[in-house]
């Protein structure tokens, strides 16, 4: 709630007003560390770091549980290049609520900040192999891997690398098998389909297009591009 506040306030370019709403709460509710949160986010948004990390720091002195501090912590440290910290806040606040993509998508930019993007891989891998690890976890790192894959897929496309393409979609296809992501293996034969086709490879594109219409039967796309094959 009190993040939509602040996004609200922000909205409408009155994060002044903003802080002092939280300001007057805090002053009832001193010990409340959703708005302790709330006001450090606003002096983050306003790009005043110091403040931000103070305030987001006594949120968590009042509940080391607040993922949503514990993750804006991480973009303050994130500002400051404190990488290994970044890491460390953001895998707690996935720990406490993993299935907030926010938080997923927040640790892919700092591993690209760090220069190593493929580190969403490794902890996808790690997690999979570890027993009895909560399955919203690794769907959540399995998602976030996939969303890295497809722009990296987009990449090699504008390049024309097309087989390279066709592999990056193949992985996704495994990672959506292994978390369970029927929903989104619909746009990934689709999308190996065109690819195919685009090979001019009939039986693949036929046999991926046919497998969009087996998750969805009303797929009128697929249903077009399997009529226009023959």
């Known amino acids: 709630a009190f993040r939509g506040l602040v996004r609200a306030y922000k909205g409408m370019d009155r994060l002044d007003d903003g802080e002092s709403w939280v300001e007057s709460y805090l002053a009832g509710n001193p010990d409340s560390s959703p708005a302790l949160y709330a006001l450090g986010y606003i002096f983050y948004l306003k790009e005043d770091m110091k403040r931000a990390e103070e305030l987001l720091n006594k949120a968590l002195e009042l509940d080391a549980n607040n993922a949503l501090a514990l993750n804006n912590l991480s973009a303050v440290l994130l500002s400051q290049k404190s990488y290994v910290q970044a890491v460390n806040l953001v895998h707690k606040a996935i720990r406490v609520n993993p299935k907030e993509p926010m938080f997923f998508s927040n640790l892919e930019t700092i591993y690209k900040r760090m220069g190593d993007p493929d580190l969403i891989v490794t902890d996808y891998n790690f997690y999979l192999k570890e027993e009895g690890e909560d399955?919203?976890?690794?769907?959540g790192y399995g998602?976030?891997?996939?969303?890295?894959?497809?722009?990296?897929?987009?990449?090699?496309?504008d390049e024309g690398h097309l087989d390279q393409t066709i592999l990056k979609w193949v992985e996704i296809e495994r990672i959506y098998k292994e978390i369970d992501h029927k929903a989104g293996l619909v746009p990934v034969y689709f999308s190996l389909g065109l690819l195919h086709e685009e090979k001019d490879d009939r039986q693949n594109a036929k046999k991926y297009f046919n497998r969009v219409l087996m998750l969805n039967p009303l797929h009128i796309q697929a249903k077009e591009r399997l009529d226009d094959l023959g």
């Open 135 to 139: 399955p919203d976890l690794i769907r």
């Open 143 to 157: 998602m976030a891997v996939g969303r890295s894959l497809r722009q990296s897929s987009f990449r090699l496309y």
